[in-house]
């Protein structure tokens, strides 16, 4: 439990959320609608493409760079999973840290308008767009975010809006 | 190449999709909506939601069966991603291959409104519900599906959207 708080608090620091070292979880009294949070860059590498391939999205293009080359992509790509994955990775990151985690209720509009490649560099932007109290629990709220992936060069790479449960402080 | 025709008429013969053995990969002229597709069941171990969790989704609740009984959950419990990940390796079981492979261009809707735990087989369904040739290249169609992951119990754990392109016939 130690090593949790100790971890929140960095991550307080870090992104300046105006919460005080006496605040060791977040509840959506601390968040308000139009905050942001980044984490990365994170490089992603081949050997790691491939290894998730081969291991969930097992198709040419994601997991032979030589036989890619004859496919719509005519280079290695990594799946659209992966890139979903390592997005979450870099949430869990990002974000500060909520009583019992961030469980997602659902997620919405996933899109992957450019490949991820090899030695990219992915950062994540986490916007915070709605924020509101459960009609069904008072100990809890749902939180709207908009999760923007892009690469080195600043290209969007995934898009997606996720709805997760946020817990409310207790009254 | 002579393996993935292989392959590609295994899964043919499976399930059934009105193609002979001389139609090596489906194009959009050979699916219908209302066709559905199966695969599964796939059983999820203990070790591999932890190993996945590590990497891509580092809450208690994902990888620690003990830390875990004190969380919303109340035991260990697979991250969305790791089943989203197993459906998308199912799905390129369960499809018909197409030439050039399963290209995503967004998925909507993911929602997962049952976990998944350790010892879980998981089956899938896709539904094809919609076809159409694409507006921009005549040399392509986008196909939509729903998803469904299903444990053994028969009870949904995951359900997604999915827009996919899929090649048409050379005219």
Known sequence: MKINISINLLIVKKYNTGMTDKTPFITLEDLTAGQKFTAGPQK??????????????????????????DTVFGELVASGWHTAALAMRMIVEATPK??????????????????????????????????????????????????TVTNQNGETVMEMEAVVFVPRRSV
Chains 1, 2 share one sequence.
């Open 44 to 69: 992603v590498t081949q050997e790691e493409i491939i290894a998730f391939a081969r291991q969930f999205d097992p198709q040419d293009f994601h997991t032979d760079p030589v036989k890619a080359k």
């Open 98 to 147: 909520m009583q019992g985690g961030m469980v997602g209720r659902a997620v919405e509009n996933i899109s992957w308008p450019r490949p991820v490649r090899p030695g990219d560099l992915l950062s994540l932007t986490v916007e915070i767009t709605d924020l509101r109290p459960s009609e069904k629990s008072p100990a809890r709220g749902l939180m709207r975010t908009k999760n």
